[in-house]
DNA sequence: GCTGGCGTTGCCGTCGGCGGCAAGGTTTAG
DNA sequence: CTAAACCTTGCCGCCGACGGCAACGCCAGC
């Protein structure tokens, strides 16, 4: 498979794939003539490499799945490295989130608007015939 | 006040302010030496500059709040633009902070942890004797 | 044999908010 | 007199993830 066709399948362009050769992400092998050449396993490095970019990684965060994916695991976040990664990207995203809350506080408040209902708990007594 | 000191008591580098002044946010008297000149107004502008930033406004985005404050408004979120850009900001604030969660939830799925606690509700059956 | 659509490398540009440096001028303290 | 601590302008660098262009090579169909 060459490049452009990697691309489509993946939805990503081939500027971004070479982008992702650059980092040592992603290895090609080479035809006679120059062109790289890719297999279903690059495939599903590249679709790794997305959908943990599209929940917010890095390129250089996503390196050890695409590692864990190579070394022949089923998926990439079967490995130590990766999954220690993960567990730091969601406290990054936990941090992210009480920071943005103060943050939406603060400027409902400046407009005058309530604060973000958290919590509606309305409490009724029940009907004490049920209870007889 | 020359730019040191304006600076130090609005806690921003001279660079920085320098660069307000690129943008247009800030406005500088000089002195015969060529020395930038501000007053207390300035300082309120800056102020006014940190306190959207630190909200997550971007630099243009302060200008209308800037522009507010220097046609002589008590504060820069008395008119009407700078509050359409602050309910613009709360907008998007929200959108980030669905989207967030939705990543949040997704990356804690894939590590095996439970989704983010959002409200705990412990309903307790009351003790019958009480409407005895 | 020529056009069009692939591929290649290399390098500059983008966005924001400055940091940092050079090469000067100014003012103040000792 | 001189050093230190200011100030000035101008310009390059940085981060990340590519986009886009130039200038070229390769291969298919007509």
Redesign the pocket.
């Known amino acids: 498979m ?6 489509r399948r993946a939805g ?5 794939l ?3 050769e650059e ?1 040592g992400l992603l290895a ?1 092998r ?7 050449d890719y297999d279903e396993g690059d495939l599903r490095v590249v679709a790794e ?1 997305r959908s943990l ?1 599209d929940l917010g ?5 996503t390196r050890p799945f695409v590692e864990c994916l190579r070394a022949g695991n089923a998926t990439g976040a079967s490995c130590p490295d990766s999954r220690a990664v993960q567990r730091r990207k969601l406290a990054e995203v936990d941090e992210w989130l009480t920071r943005l809350q103060t943050v939406r506080d603060e400027l409902a408040d400046r407009l005058g608007d309530p604060p973000t209902p958290r919590c509606f708990i309305t409490v009724v007594a029940p009907d004490p015939e049920e209870f007889r």
Chains 1, 2 share one sequence.
Not at 30 to 36: I, L, P, V
Not at 57 to 61: G, I, N, Q, T, V
């Open positions: 060459r490049i452009g066709e990697l691309g990503v362009s081939p500027r971004a070479r982008h992702y980092l090609a080479r035809r006679a003539n120059g062109y790289r490499i970019v990684f890095a390129l250089e965060e």
